[in-house]
């Protein structure tokens, strides 16, 4: 069964942090390049942030300084640490592989959790 299950979102003034976590089912998580995607509406969604199973981090450039991405092996689980937040960082957060994951030839995608970031 397919496991992807975001926490640690919330209302958070500019400037300030959140940390963000997904749990991910071990066997996804052993062989895929985990990702955090940020959807807005109307826009489509947005990958914010990779990192290869060797850990090799990607970020989009408004992130860049401000987000980090890590996995931990030991918790099947895929963090992001965000700090220094701005208004336009908010949105529904969600982690997912690189591709995403697909059940019967659809994408899967977990709930997400939502980000507020506003004074």
């Known amino acids: 069964q397919v496991q992807l299950v975001e926490s640690g979102g919330g209302l958070v003034q500019p400037g300030g942090s959140l940390r963000l976590s997904c749990a991910v089912s071990d066997d996804i998580f052993r062989t895929s390049t985990m990702a955090w995607y940020r959807q807005v509406p109307l826009k489509a969604r947005e990958m914010v942030a990779r990192i290869t199973t060797g850990a090799i981090r990607y970020y989009v450039d408004s992130v860049k300084g401000r987000f980090t991405i890590s996995r931990d092996a030991a918790k099947s689980s895929v963090d992001l640490q965000m700090n220094n937040l701005k208004t336009e960082d908010t949105g529904v957060y969600f982690c997912?592989?690189?591709?995403?994951?697909?059940?019967?030839?659809?994408?899967?995608w977990g709930k997400g959790t939502q980000v507020t970031v506003s004074s």
């Open positions: 997912n592989t690189v591709p995403a994951v697909l059940i019967t030839s659809r994408e899967y």
